[in-house]
């Protein structure tokens, strides 16, 4: 069972426009949602994570909107530039001692355009 | 200081056969999680060492198993390969309950 759902699959930007990939989990369990970004042949970097306890989280260029009642959540990429074209993962995570594993979603390949 | 580091970069297997792969965590972290990542998908977590034991484990047979020394490095096992088992292989270490680092991963092809 896929407990996080991320979409768009594949997003095309323009330069200096705002790229948004959106996320929705099902267990509510969950209370720390990291985002990681990955380049080809490379492991997925931790961007920029969130959790349950506040709406909106900045760092730089990107944002995490968090939506608890809906289940939702998004990562919002400001001023997009061509070294942001990568792949994105959202991932989620119950953080309790010893039950740390992360559940990610499927992925959004991010092309920004000139 | 170095980040996660993981060996080797590529394999080769056929199936039927074993291999080992190996992680050396980021200085100061004591927990490793494994991770596989078909071609396409996001990472499926296999397990996770802390103190040496499994600590968690996720929807993998016991083809896989693991181990983590006292210096916090880990090796990932799998025996009898079947095709499915190629895809990317991912550690990534952390402190307990903390964020999660990952390494640059080994690509496993099975043959």
């Known amino acids: 069972q896929q407990q996080v759902k991320q979409s768009p699959q594949s997003l095309i930007v323009q330069k200096g426009g705002i790229s948004i990939i959106n996320c929705a989990y099902e267990?509510?369990?969950?209370?720390?949602f990291p985002w990681y970004q990955q380049f080809p042949g490379k492991g997925p970097a931790l961007l920029i994570a969130?959790?349950?306890?506040?709406s909106e989280k900045k760092e730089g260029r990107f944002t995490i909107s968090f939506n608890k009642s809906a289940k939702q959540f998004s990562l919002h990429i400001m001023d997009s530039q061509p070294g942001d074209s990568a792949t994105y993962f959202c991932?989620?995570?119950?953080?309790?001692?010893?039950?740390?594993?992360?559940?990610f979603g499927t992925g959004t390949r991010l092309t920004i355009i000139p | 200081d170095a980040g996660v580091t993981q060996s080797p970069t590529h394999l080769i297997k056929t199936r039927g056969q074993q291999v080992t792969l190996r992680c050396s965590p980021k200085s100061g972290h004591d927990t490793v999680s494994w991770y596989q990542q078909a071609l396409g998908q996001g990472p499926q977590f296999i397990f996770q060492?802390?103190?040496?034991?499994?600590?968690q484990r996720g929807n993998f047979p016991d083809r896989f198993s693991g181990h983590q020394f006292p210096n916090y490095s880990s090796e990932l096992n799998v025996n009898a390969l079947l095709l499915g088992d190629s895809a990317l292989y991912l550690c990534?270490?952390?402190?307990?309950?903390?964020?999660?680092?990952f390494g640059p991963g080994t690509r496993l092809t099975v043959t």
């Open positions: 060492y802390y103190e040496e034991e499994e600590r």
């Open positions: 991932a989620a995570r119950n953080d309790h001692f010893g039950n740390e594993k992360l559940t």
């Open positions: 267990n509510t369990a969950f209370d720390y």
């Open positions: 990534a270490s952390s402190l307990s309950q903390g964020e999660q680092y």
């Open positions: 969130i959790r349950p306890d506040v």
